[in-house]
């Protein structure tokens, strides 16, 4: 099974800076990364797949980077809705067997 | 619009079963395969399985292989997820997420969730 870990577990940043997320495959995963936002009490929401192709109506605030086992997800100037949980997820696997990250918690500093 | 709307949860005993529902609306359900996705209280994402458009292949997390089945009924716009010899660790909301490719290769790539329904929560305890 191909294990995802993200880091850091929680990240405090103030409204109008950046934030970075990272996630680490525990093997190559080429570019099959996706990244997905949670908010309390909601499903989660695709934003980034191909490691950076941004999903349909997401902002351009958002990107993502990497390919192999390391990657990045990026807000480039935070908005208040921005704070939320976001997972990566990997899609390399045949048969299918998806895995995620632990999660990393976005938090207002 | 797409919707997905979950329903069987509730508490269970462990050794018992439960059967959980996704009804779909407002796309050609018989074009998508179909995923159930849990997450356990204050936890992460787990993928539990997903079924084929036609239902002709499945495929399980091996935490629930054996234990869990999936299935659909195309004439019922609707998914389902058998659960038998429920154990504590199986408490989670658990979401039907579609997977965002036709069976014409249209949308994204495979293996990704592009719609998921606001999830049912299942308690397993005695």
């Known amino acids: 099974e191909i294990v995802m870990t993200q880091s850091p577990a929680t990240l405090s940043v103030s409204p109008g800076e950046r934030a970075t997320l990272s996630c680490r495959a525990s093997q190559s995963v080429s570019s099959n990364l996706a990244w997905y936002q949670q908010k309390p009490g909601q499903a989660p929401r695709l934003l980034i797949y191909g490691a950076s192709t941004r999903a349909t109506g997401i902002p351009a605030r958002f990107s993502g980077s990497g390919s192999g086992t390391e990657f990045t997800l990026t807000i480039s100037s935070l908005q208040s809705e921005d704070f939320a949980v976001y997972y990566c997820?990997?899609?390399?696997?045949?048969?299918?067997?998806?895995?995620f990250g632990q999660g990393t918690k976005l938090e207002i500093k | 619009q797409v919707q997905l709307v979950e329903s069987g949860g509730g508490v269970v005993q462990p050794g018992r079963s439960l059967r959980l529902s996704c009804a779909a609306s407002?796309?050609?359900?018989?074009?998508?395969?179909m995923h159930w996705v849990r997450q356990a209280p204050g936890k992460g994402l787990e993928w539990v399985a997903v079924?084929?458009?036609?239902?002709?292949?499945?495929?399980?997390a091996d935490s629930v292989k054996g234990r869990f089945t999936i299935s659909r009924d195309n004439s019922k716009n609707t998914l389902y997820l058998q659960m038998n010899s429920l154990r504590a660790e199986d408490t989670a909301v658990y979401y039907c997420?579609?997977?965002?490719?036709?069976?014409f290769g249209d949308g994204l790539p495979p293996g990704l969730f592009d719609y998921w329904g606001q999830g049912t929560l299942v308690t397993v305890s005695s």
């Open positions: 079924i084929s458009y036609d239902g002709s292949n499945k495929y399980y």
């Open positions: 997420a579609r997977e965002g490719i036709t069976i």
């Open positions: 997820q990997q899609y390399n696997n045949w048969p299918p067997s998806y895995t």
């Open positions: 407002g796309f050609t359900f018989s074009s998508y395969a």
